[in-house]
T-cell receptor, first 111, second 116 residues
Framework: KNEVEQSPQNLTAQEGEFITINCSYS?????LHWLQQHPGGGIVSLFM???GKKKHGRLIATINIQEKHSSLHITASHPRDSAVYIC?????????????FGKGTKLSVKP | EAGVAQSPRYKIIEKRQSVAFWCNPI?????LYWYQQILGQGPKLLIQ????????DSQLPKDRFSAERLKGVDSTLKIQPAKLEDSAVYLC??????????????FGEGSWLTVV
């Protein structure tokens, strides 16, 4: 079993829909990261969370430390949101860069 | 603010050849990471530098991979000799100190390697 699990693996939505991507983890963490990767492009960091909720534009990220679960929400989705969304956690101990990555959720938003 | 710069963006080589990738992190970032991302998988940390010292290289295949950050700024990742299974995107990232709370990691656009 992977230490970081994301669901769904693939998601197709119509423009304007509200989207939720889930991430569950099984290790103790110091922070959780939501990342966005476009085809052919590098990775962009969207959020880093250690508790609570963060909002940036149409993106909202929440984390529940007790339940070891985080969600990424996209409101009023748009085709330009189409990308792979990756959840990664930085655990306690070891190197700080040794992020444990989920396998990603491929989002496709249709016009 | 300039982001993490990587070159080359794309490289195709034959197996057993060598290749080198270069990374220039964000100015002032002490921590630099190299990740390997195989198609369909999440990135895997190869090596982490703090300034010019190695913090973690436990997942670096040292028989063929090497990396250096001599002056604590830019870094080079080398593969020699390359194998087919090295085909991947090599991502460089940097952060002010480390991936702890309050230290976002910034990724470059990646160097795509195809070994044929």
């Amino acid at each position: 079993k992977n230490e970081v699990e994301q669901s769904p693996q693939n998601l197709t939505a119509q423009e304007g829909e509200f989207i939720t991507i889930n991430c569950s983890y099984s290790v103790g963490i110091s922070a959780l990261h939501w990342l966005q990767q476009h085809p052919g492009g590098g990775i962009v960091s969207l959020f880093m969370l250690s508790s609570g909720k963060k909002k940036h534009g149409r993106l909202i990220a929440t984390i529940n430390i007790q339940e070891k679960h985080s969600s990424l929400h996209i409101t009023a989705s748009h085709p330009r949101d189409s990308a792979v969304y990756i959840c990664a956690v930085s655990g306690y101990g070891g190197s700080q860069g040794n992020l444990i990555f989920g396998k990603g959720t491929k989002l496709s938003v249709k016009p | 603010e300039a982001g993490v710069a990587q070159s080359p963006r794309y490289k195709i080589i034959e197996k057993r050849q060598s290749v080198a990738f270069w990374c220039n992190p964000i100015s002032g970032h002490a921590t630099l990471y190299w990740y390997q991302q195989i198609l369909g998988q999440g990135p895997k940390l190869l090596i982490q530098f703090q300034n010019n010292g190695v913090v973690d290289d436990s997942q670096l295949p040292k028989d063929r991979f090497s990396a250096e950050r001599l002056k604590g700024v830019d870094s080079t990742l080398k593969i020699q000799p390359a194998k087919l299974e090295d085909s991947a995107v090599y991502l460089c990232a940097s952060s002010p100190r480390g991936a702890l709370s309050g230290n976002t990691i910034y990724f470059g656009e990646g160097s795509w390697l195809t070994v044929v």
